[in-house]
């Protein structure tokens, strides 16, 4: 006899009588809602009970316990008819704070969201990035206090980081162009000076985030995120699980040794491929051709005027990035390879070149069925989808340690047995 629908999460059926499952299966009922609500957008009891194929009572009570944790509210939906409004529920956008925060090598960022994950107005502020850890916690501390109010707690701050986040750890592990990040764990030390929950993330999956939560790849199972900034990284999505590896280091696409004894990268080793296709090598080489100097607006003015020399090293870059490229597309068979940084969004034919170097390199049937799109996600909004997607995991994940890297999936099917 088959399994009804709403077994394996309205009750203990086939249990082993664990005193944990009970709560254990609320908890993943109330992220299965959460989750409905982000896919389907504002709905009723009886909508959340059909989306999610379970029995009524199941969804009212996660709906009731969401009410109370603030991450839900209630509103009267004016538009279904003559009568009585229907009580429609969403993702709270005025009792709840989540904030975001980018760390990069130039600049940081702070901003304040709803649980709904909107970016609240005149939240979002920039400043320098300071030149010290300490000085740099002072200053994301201050920012964050600032955004703070009386009466509505601050659920999660993520942190979205250029570095080697080692996701076990909670800690950075390797942080080539902010050295002294190397070694510190930047979540746990903002969550002691601010009270309150820290997501840290590395700034490739944070893109890779924002691109699943508020982009068109929320429809994709399988894209990439290939991020050109201040070195290279890569954000993974296969089947609607998100790749960080057994530590988070997965997607470190800058270090892969590429050619052999060739230039000294920052990480200290020769040859990776920072080091052949990335905007500091290319200002590298462009001050060395040129024997002055060359930022990267200048690099750019001379792109578009023409200069062979700075369409020299463009189509040198676009050869070793390709290689990647490809790499990428035959490794992980993605629907969708979104290219992202600052290069392509100056030089917007760049990607196209990019694109047309790859083809070659990459397997016909893969490249047939991928396309490559521009970003629309920014490290900002992908800080903030790093803390409500801690908020939601931790109702569950904190009722049972052993369930941490497990999907919900595979822990229905583990609890239904």
Sequence with gaps: MGRKPDEHVDGCRGSNGSPVQPQ????????????????YGPSTRGELTQHMGVTFPTVAKAVSSLLDARLL???????????????????????????GVTVDVRSCEVAAAGFDGVIREGTQKSFATPASYGKLLLAIVEHVESLRTDDV???????????????RRQEIRLA????????????????????ADCALVHDSHALCLAEYVYGEAGNLDSFAVLDLCSGIGL????????????SGFAGEMGHIPIVPNGRKCRCGRRGCLETVASEWV???????RLERPIEFDEAITLAL???????????????????????????FDPQCVYVT?????????????????????????????????TSSGTNLLGAVAAAISAVTSSRVHKLNDTLSGITLAVARRQLAR
């Excluded at 954000?235 to 057994?246: A, I, S, Y």
């Design 24 to 39: 254990l299966l609320s908890r993943i009922n109330e992220a299965s809602v959460l989750r409905a609500i982000r896919q």
């Design 73 to 99: 509210e209630e509103f009267d939906d004016a538009m279904t008819g003559p009568g009585r409004p229907a009580k429609r529920l969403r993702l709270s956008r005025e009792d709840s704070l989540v904030v």
């Design 153 to 167: 707690p601050i659920l999660c701050v993520g942190v979205s980081v250029v570095g080697l986040v080692d996701y």
């Design 176 to 195: 080539v162009s902010l050295p002294f990040l190397a070694g510190k764990k930047l979540g746990q030390d903002l969550s002691e000076r601010l009270g």
């Design 235 to 246: 954000g993974v999505m296969v089947n609607h699980v998100f790749l960080t590896g057994h």
């Design 282 to 288: 290319l200002l590298d080489r462009l001050s060395e």
């Design 305 to 331: 005027k023409g200069d062979k020399r700075v369409r020299s090293e463009l189509n040198r870059l676009c050869k070793y990035l390709a290689i990647a490229m490809a790499h990428v597309v035959n490794l």
């Design 341 to 373: 940084g600052r290069l392509f969004d100056r030089l917007p034919w760049l990607r196209d070149h990019l694109v047309a170097r790859a083809r070659p390199a990459t397997l016909e049937p893969a490249f047939d069925n991928c396309r490559f799109l």
